[in-house]
């Protein structure tokens, strides 16, 4: 599922580029036993299967081996953890080097997770089958603020999220279409006019349906002018 994502679309471009570097692990290369199993019961009873802590210990020794760094960032998709954000994608992009464990089944020894796991990440509230996808999101989020990844990183800049407000409508050719007409202000040639436009558009938007995310840059607006 992941080489067969990692191998498409930007993924695929930003290996190409040289920009990231993708090496999947397959946990049952780290068993000890001729069944290579990586799961079993949990202790105390109850239903599903655990992911046993073996696999992922050896696991992050090989990796730690190959970064050179003792305590890699080991991000673990988990409804549990904090949820994904555009600053944390970013914060995220920085780093030199990631792992992602992907947990399945009931889920993954918490010896794991004490031990090993730097940031339970959620990308919201409901439950997978495994963290492949969310790993999948996660680094689909986090790679378009690596330089030149995307062909211009103005298309990231001014993604929703980026500075708390959604991004507002667009339009392409032609300018109309089923008499439906691309705005006056958008053809009128006065980029003044439409970056006010714009931005007025991101507010409105903004407003109708996330509301919570103007109280948040207000707050932020507010914070600033007491620190000023």
Not at 52 to 81: C, M, N, W, Y
Not at 113 to 132: A, H, M, P, Q, R
Not at 197 to 210: A, F, G, K, N, S
Request: aromatic content about 8%.
């Amino acid at each position: 599922m992941i080489t067969a994502c990692l191998s498409e679309s930007m993924y695929r471009k930003a290996a190409e580029n040289s920009c990231v570097e993708y090496i999947v692990w397959n946990l049952r290369d780290f068993t000890r036993d001729k069944h290579k199993q990586i799961d079993d019961k949990p202790y105390g009873g109850g239903a599903g299967m655990v992911l046993k802590p073996e696999p992922f210990f050896r696991a992050h020794d090989k990796i730690a081996k190959l970064t050179g760094r003792k305590k890699p960032r080991v991000v673990f998709p988990s409804p549990q953890g904090q949820l994904l954000t555009h600053q944390l994608a970013v914060d995220l992009a920085l780093e030199p080097d990631l792992t992602f464990f992907c947990g399945h089944y009931k889920g993954v020894d918490e010896r794991v997770i004490e031990s090993l796991v730097t940031d339970e990440i959620s990308i919201g509230d409901y439950v997978l089958t495994g963290g492949e996808l969310p790993t999948l999101v996660l680094v689909d989020a986090l790679i378009r603020h690596i330089p030149t990844v995307l062909h211009s990183y103005e298309s990231a800049e001014t993604d929703s999220f980026a500075d708390n407000l959604l991004e507002g409508p667009i339009y392409t050719h032609p300018q109309t279409y089923r008499r439906k007409s691309v705005p006056e202000v958008l053809t009128s040639g006065n980029h003044a006019k439409i970056t006010t436009w714009r931005l007025e558009q991101r507010v409105i938007r903004t407003r109708q349906r996330r509301n919570d995310l103007i109280e948040k840059l207000t707050n932020m607006k507010s914070e600033d002018t007491k620190n000023g």
